[in-house]
C-alpha cells in the first residue's frame, strides 16, 4: 500500500529524533536515566505527535498492559471505527486491520523494550526500538481515516488548545480542517520555514550557526566567534554603579532643565542618593502600632471558614435580613462598624451581648456573621500591641507555664480566644521554627461566656478545649476573709492571664454599674502580670466609657508614685477607711499615669468632638460582603478606644520607665542616635536620659522604653516640606509636635512613613499646646443650639417691629434682606448679615437687662 508523505508527516521524523536527543541521547542514556524503563521510553514516543511541541499535550496515551490507545477502548473491546475514510478503497474492515496491526507493532515494541531492559541491552542496543519513526496511527489516519470519530474531535481540540486561531501548516489533514472549520471557523494557517535541518548522520549539537548574508546559514567556530567579540570592558572599582534612570525621573529632569531648575524630589531621593541605612530607624520601627501586614486577612481554617459551614445551612437572605433588623439598617450602623459624624446616627451599643440568656438561632448566626470579624480585627490588633510593649518575654513566659496560659473571652462570643490563639501560633512559631505544622501549638485554657445556648453551639464548633459560662462570677460582692458569722476560709477565686472584654461598658447605663463590672474583672485578673483589655467602639461615647474605666483602675486600684492608697468612704469610720493599691500599669495606648486630657468630666459631654480612639483595617469575608450588599470594596476600617492594664507588675520599676515631663523633653530631643551616639554626646542631647557607659562606648540607656515615648493620637499631616503629628505626651498633655525636612533627614523620612497610633522616638522641631474640643456636660448640644438660635431671632424680629412702630427707640435697625426666588447672595454677604445681627442682639440684651435693673 502506497503512503502519501505530507509536511506534517515528514515533520515527524525531526520531533521524534528531537525527543530521543532530549531524553536519551546514544553517548547519554544510562540505567540510572531509565528510572520509568522502557514502558515510559515508549510512551513518551507515542505521546510525540508531529509538528507539535515535545511537552505539547496532544496525543493519546497507550494502556501498558496492553499497548492499544485508551480512545479506541471501551469497556474491555476495541470498537470499530466510525471515521469515514479518504479513500473510498479502504473500507471499515480493512481500516480496523491496518489498525489492529499498528496495535501489534506497539505492543511487540513494548514487550521488545521490557526484555531489553531486564537483560540491560538498552545502553548498547537502543537502536532496536526505532524510537525516531513516524507514529503510524497519524501517518494512517491521512489516508485511511482515523480510528474513531472520538478520536478525530480529540484531536482536533488539542490542536484548538494549544495554537487557537492560529495553526502550523501541515498540522490537520483534510478531514481535520473540515472539523475545526465547523466547530470554530475557517484558521489562520502559518508558513513555517524549517531552517537547519539536522542530517540523519549529524550527531553534534554543539555547532553555531550564523545568517552568511545571501538567505543561508553557515556554521562558525567557537573559538573563532568569541575572537570576534567586543574587547572586554575594565571597570573602575572605586567609581559608583551608573543606575539607569527610571521614565518618571526622566521626564521630571526634562522639564526642571526646559524651567531651568533642579530636581528636588523627595520621592526619588533614595533613588538618587542610596545609602547603606536601613529603611526605618529602629526604634520607629519597635513604635509602631498596627500589625504586620497592616491590613488583618482572617484566616480561613479558624474563622472565615467555619463561620461559612455554619451559615451554609441557613439562607442568605434570612440572615441578611435578621443583621439589618437586628443592627440598625442595611450598612449596620450599630454593630462594630462606626459610621461616619455626617451620618448623625445615634450612639447605640451593640442589640446582641454574648452574655444574653436568649438569643434565636438567626440571631446567632446574625452575631457570627457581623460580629466577628470586627471583634477579631480589633481584639487581634490590641493584643499585637500589648504583645510589643511587654516585650517577647511576657508572652513566652506564658506558654512557658505548666498548662499553658488562661484566657477569659467576656464579651466577645469566642472571637477573642481565636485572635489570643492566632497570637500564641505566631510567637509558637518564632520560638519553634523547626516543629512540625501539624504539631499542636500550646494554646493554654480558654474560657468563654455565652448565655444562649445557640451561641454556645457555634462558638464550640470553632473553638476546641474550650469552657463556656453562662455569666461571669461576680467578685466584688462576696466576702474576701472570714468574718464572726463564718470563719470557714474564702472560696477560691478563678482568675486568667488573659481579659479581653470588647463592647461591654457602653451597654450598662448607669456609672456605677460601669465601675462594679470593671472591677470584677480586675478580681478575675492574675494579680501576677494578668493583662485585662478593656474596648469599644471609636465615638464619642465609646471613648468616654474607656475613659471613665481608666479614671476608676487609676483612682482605686493601680498604684502609682504619689497615690498609694485610696480612701472608701463607704467603709465604717471605726475601720481603716485607707485601701492599699495594688502594684499594676497602663499597658496601651497611654504612656502616662495622670487624668486623661480629652477627659475633663466625667460622664457624657455635648459636642465633643476630640476623643481618643485608632482603627485597623481588615478585608471583610465573603459572607460579609452578602449581608452588607457591597460590590465594589471588600475592606473595613474599624475604629475602636481601648486600654490596657497590667496587674500586679509595675514595669516603671522593674525596668526603670520614666514618664512624666522629664519623658516629655527627652522625646522632644529625640532618640535617633541612641542606639550608636558616644555617652557624652548622649548626655549632652539628653540631660534626663543618661547612660553610665564610660566616655567613648556606644551604650544604650536602662531606663530607655518605649512607654517612655509620645503616641500619635491623630493621622500626621503630611504636609509638603514638614510633617505635623497631634502627639499625647507622657506628661498627659495634647501636644502639636512639627518635624521638618531641615530638622534631620532621618527623622524627617520616618515621619512621612508614621502612621496613626505610633509611638514616635525621633523627636521635633517645634511644638505648641493643641486646642482640644472636649464638649461641656452640662452645655448644650448642636440641636439644643440651633432651636435657642431660632428662638432668639424669632424674639428679637418680633421686639423689633414693635420697637420700630414706637418713638424714640434705640433699638438699632438692622436690616435683613429677604432672599428672593432665584438669587445668589454670595457668602461673605451672608457671614456680614449674621454678624450684624448677633453685634444688634447683644446691644439690645444689654440695654433690656439694664432696664430691668433700674425698675428693680
Given at each position: 500500500m502506497?503512503?502519501?508523505r505530507s509536511p506534517a508527516s515528514r515533520t515527524s521524523r525531526s520531533c521524534s529524533h528531537g525527543l530521543l536527543r532530549s531524553i536519551a541521547s546514544k553517548s547519554q542514556i544510562g540505567s540510572q536515566q531509565l528510572r520509568g524503563g522502557a514502558t515510559g521510553f515508549i510512551a513518551q514516543r507515542y505521546r510525540c505527535t508531529n509538528a507539535f511541541p515535545l511537552n505539547s499535550p496532544i496525543g493519546f496515551p497507550r494502556n501498558t498492559a496492553t499497548g492499544y490507545s485508551t480512545g479506541a477502548l471501551r469497556n474491555g473491546r476495541r470498537y470499530a471505527s466510525t471515521a469515514p475514510p479518504t479513500d473510498e478503497n479502504v473500507n471499515t474492515d480493512q481500516k480496523d486491520a491496518v489498525y489492529g496491526v499498528i496495535d501489534k507493532i506497539e505492543q511487540n515494541e513494548m514487550e521488545m523494550a521490557e526484555l531489553m531492559d531486564e537483560l540491560n541491552m538498552l545502553d548498547d542496543y537502543w537502536e532496536a526500538l526505532n524510537l525516531d519513526g513516524p507514529e503510524l496511527d497519524h501517518a494512517f489516519s491521512e489516508t485511511i481515516g482515523h480510528r474513531n470519530q472520538e478520536t478525530l474531535e480529540a484531536r482536533v481540540q488539542e490542536a484548538r488548545q494549544v495554537f487557537?486561531?492560529?495553526l502550523p501548516d501541515g498540522l490537520l489533514n483534510a478531514t481535520e480542517l473540515r472539523l475545526y472549520t465547523q466547530l470554530y471557523g475557517e484558521p489562520i494557517i502559518r508558513q513555517e520555514e524549517l531552517g537547519l535541518e539536522l542530517e540523519e548522520n549529524e550527531t553534534s549539537l554543539d555547532v553555531l550557526y550564523r545568517e552568511d548574508g545571501?538567505?543561508?546559514w553557515e556554521p562558525v567556530d567557537l573559538e573563532q566567534a568569541e575572537s570576534e567579540d567586543e574587547p572586554p570592558l575594565v571597570y573602575d572599582m572605586e567609581a559608583d554603579l551608573v543606575e539607569d534612570e527610571s521614565i518618571a525621573m526622566q521626564r521630571t529632569r526634562e522639564v526642571a532643565e526646559q524651567l531651568g531648575g533642579e530636581i528636588m524630589l523627595e520621592q526619588f531621593e533614595e533613588e538618587a542618593n542610596p545609602d547603606d541605612a536601613p529603611r526605618l530607624h529602629p526604634l520607629t520601627v519597635e513604635g509602631k502600632f498596627s500589625t504586620n501586614p497592616s491590613t488583618?486577612?482572617?484566616?480561613?481554617?479558624?474563622?472565615?471558614g467555619p463561620i461559612s459551614v455554619i451559615l451554609s445551612d441557613y439562607s442568605n437572605k434570612h440572615i441578611a435580613e435578621v443583621a439589618h433588623r437586628t443592627f440598625g439598617g442595611a450598612r449596620?450602623?450599630?454593630?462594630?462598624?462606626?459610621p461616619p459624624p455626617r451620618a448623625q446616627m445615634p450612639q447605640l451599643p451593640i442589640p446582641l451581648d454574648a452574655s444574653q440568656r436568649h438569643m434565636t438561632e438567626m440571631e446567632a448566626n446574625a452575631y457570627l456573621a457581623a460580629l466577628y470579624p470586627g471583634m477579631y480585627t480589633s481584639v487581634l490588633s490590641t493584643?499585637?500591641?500589648v504583645r510589643k510593649r511587654l516585650g517577647a518575654e511576657w508572652l513566652r513566659g506564658l506558654i512557658a507555664k505548666e498548662d499553658g496560659p488562661h484566657i477569659l473571652d467576656a464579651s466577645a462570643g469566642g472571637a477573642g480566644v481565636l485572635a489570643w490563639r492566632d497570637v500564641i501560633r505566631a510567637e509558637w512559631e518564632l520560638m519553634s521554627p523547626d516543629h512540625p505544622k501539624t504539631s499542636?501549638?500550646?494554646?493554654?485554657?480558654?474560657?468563654?461566656?455565652?448565655?444562649?445556648?445557640?451561641?454556645?453551639?457555634?462558638a464550640s464548633m470553632m473553638l476546641e478545649n474550650t469552657s463556656f459560662l453562662p455569666r461571669l462570677p461576680d467578685y466584688v460582692h462576696i466576702r474576701a476573709k472570714p468574718t464572726l458569722d463564718d470563719e470557714r476560709a474564702p472560696p477560691k477565686r478563678k482568675q486568667y492571664d488573659i481579659i479581653v472584654a470588647p463592647h461591654s461598658l457602653l451597654r450598662i447605663d448607669e456609672e456605677f454599674l460601669r465601675k462594679e463590672h470593671v472591677e470584677n474583672l480586675w478580681n478575675l485578673l492574675n494579680p501576677d502580670g494578668g493583662v485585662l483589655i478593656l474596648l469599644e467602639k471609636g465615638h464619642q461615647k465609646g471613648f468616654e466609657a474607656i475613659a471613665g474605666a481608666r479614671e476608676m483602675l487609676l483612682k482605686r486600684l493601680i498604684s502609682s508614685p504619689g497615690s498609694t492608697e485610696y480612701t472608701n468612704f463607704t467603709e465604717s469610720p471605726i475601720e481603716d477607711s485607707q485601701i492599699e493599691k495594688e502594684p499594676g500599669m497602663i499597658v496601651a495606648p497611654c504612656t502616662n499615669h495622670e487624668r486623661c486630657p480629652m477627659f475633663n468630666t466625667p460622664g457624657h459631654s455635648k459636642g465633643r468632638k476630640d476623643y481618643c480612639h485608632f482603627q485597623q483595617r481588615y478585608i471583610r469575608p465573603p459572607f460579609l460582603q452578602r449581608i452588607l450588599g457591597a460590590k465594589d470594596r471588600n475592606h473595613e476600617d474599624?475604629?475602636?478606644?481601648?486600654?490596657?492594664v497590667q496587674r500586679g507588675v509595675d514595669l516603671r520599676e522593674t525596668k526603670g520607665i520614666v514618664q512624666g515631663p522629664e519623658a516629655t523633653e527627652a522625646a522632644f530631643a529625640g532618640y535617633e542616635d541612641l542606639l550608636g551616639t558616644p555617652a557624652e554626646d548622649m548626655e549632652a542631647s539628653n540631660e534626663t536620659v543618661s547612660s553610665q557607659a564610660e566616655t567613648g562606648e556606644q551604650a544604650k540607656p536602662e531606663n530607655f522604653h518605649t512607654l517612655s515615648l509620645p503616641r500619635i493620637v491623630y493621622p500626621p499631616m503630611k504636609r509638603r516640606g514638614h510633617v505635623i503629628f497631634d502627639m499625647c505626651t507622657p506628661a498627659g498633655k495634647i501636644e502639636r509636635w512639627t518635624v521638618p525636612r531641615s530638622y534631620s533627614r532621618r527623622a524627617y523620612k520616618d515621619a512621612r512613613k508614621s502612621n496613626w497610633g505610633d509611638l514616635w522616638a525621633l523627636g521635633a522641631k517645634t511644638r505648641i499646646a493643641r486646642s482640644l474640643r472636649l464638649g461641656d456636660k452640662h452645655g448644650e448640644g448642636k440641636k439644643e443650639r440651633l432651636a435657642r438660635r431660632a428662638a432668639l431671632k424669632a424674639e428679637l424680629a418680633e421686639e423689633g417691629e414693635l420697637e420700630e412702630q414706637s418713638e424714640g427707640s434705640d433699638w438699632p435697625e438692622v436690616p435683613i434682606p429677604q432672599r428672593k426666588k432665584g438669587q445668589t447672595i454670595p457668602s461673605w454677604k451672608k457671614h456680614v448679615d449674621k454678624k450684624k445681627v448677633r453685634q444688634a442682639s447683644k446691644k439690645h440684651a444689654a440695654a433690656k437687662v439694664a432696664q430691668d435693673d433700674f425698675l428693680i
Open positions: 502506497m503512503l502519501l487557537g486561531d492560529t545571501q538567505g543561508g488583618v486577612f482572617l484566616p480561613r481554617d479558624t474563622v472565615t449596620l450602623p450599630h454593630s462594630t462598624t462606626t493584643l499585637v500591641e499542636p501549638c500550646p494554646v493554654g485554657r480558654s474560657t468563654v461566656v455565652t448565655g444562649s445556648d445557640a451561641l454556645q453551639m457555634r474599624v475604629k475602636f478606644s481601648y486600654i490596657a
